[in-house]
């Protein structure tokens, strides 16, 4: 069986994350890149707006984020359909994009 790189792994975070709230949901290196991302969920809690998704990329904090990107950034579809594979969220990713109003311009539906 081929290694598939969206499949959360025992493998720890490449990157260093200061949040203690958030789920790591693995790693993952997207195919059409190659870049490695450590992928998180992050609650709601007293100290954010919301819940939210995180992958992280970079030895300086860098990281994108934000529940309005899954659909669109191959990431982050990936991240939301793991939070939901592990009952973090509880809509789907086909769910979660149909809530939204315009359904045109989606590019992932979080198969991988």
């Known amino acids: 069986m081929a290694n598939n790189p969206a499949v959360p792994s025992a493998v ?3 990157y260093e994350h200061d949040c203690n709230t958030c789920v790591f949901l693995g790693t993952y290196t997207n195919p059409d890149t190659s870049d490695k991302f450590d992928l998180y969920y992050h609650p709601v809690d007293a100290h954010s ?3 939210t998704i995180i992958a992280r990329y970079g030895i300086e904090g860098d990281y ?3 529940l309005t990107l899954v659909g669109f950034d191959r990431t982050l579809t990936v991240a939301y359909r793991r939070a939901h594979d592990q009952g973090l969220v509880e809509k789907s990713v086909s769910e ?3 809530q939204r109003p315009s359904k045109a311009s ?6 991988e």
């Open 96 to 98: 979660f994009l149909d």
């Open 49 to 51: 707006f919301g819940e």
């Open 64 to 66: 994108i984020s934000g």
């Open 106 to 111: 989606r590019t992932y539906d979080g198969t």
């Open 12 to 14: 720890p975070p490449h």
